[in-house]
């Protein structure tokens, strides 16, 4: 699916290696962005958690940083408290608006950014779940040779976590 035209992600995908954006549909209790990104973050599956645990102990041997679980989100915590700059599980806090929450993660071999778009249409809204990579060297267009297949799979499964809240 295209990046939502609402996204800051937008313009930042122009020149990207990587990028992809999935919606669902949720109920609507004027839950903020980062609000629904920390459900997900939470509710992120056992599977999920497993996968990035072994991907940090296969990276962690080639030098590379650990950047935790997706449930590693500082636990009730006001959505008002966040602020840009801010660490949040394994991504620093970029941009954030009652709509729109921006994170990311940047190294040496890539630079990650994740949006949260929260689209309100009464009681009910869409959830826009965006990742835009642009890689800096080739080892970061080896390391989304074996990430892009997995994170078609993961992004969507993560949303379904929000059936439940």
């Known amino acids: ?76 915590k006001l959505s008002t408290e966040y602020v840009v700059g801010e660490r949040i599980g394994i991504f620093t806090l970029v941009s954030i608006t009652d709509h729109e929450v921006v994170l990311e993660d940047c190294d040496k071999h890539l630079n990650v950014r994740v949006s949260f778009l929260v689209e309100p249409e009464g009681v009910a809204a869409t959830v826009h779940a965006t990742t835009v990579v642009h890689v800096n060297n080739v080892f970061g267009k080896i390391y989304m040779f074996f990430v892009a297949p997995f994170h078609k799979i993961i992004v969507p499964s993560t949303l379904k976590g929000l059936e439940q809240a």
Do not use: C
């Open 1 to 76: 699916m295209p990046i939502p035209n609402k996204s800051i992600l937008n313009e930042y995908s122009k020149g990207a290696y990587f990028f992809d954006s999935f919606s669902k549909r949720i109920k609507y209790n004027n839950q903020t962005a980062i609000e629904v990104f920390l459900e997900t973050a939470t509710r992120t599956p056992v599977w999920i958690e497993f996968l990035m645990s072994m991907r940090n102990w296969i990276v962690s041997k080639l030098g590379l940083k650990h950047l935790g679980g997706l449930q590693d989100v500082p636990k009730k």
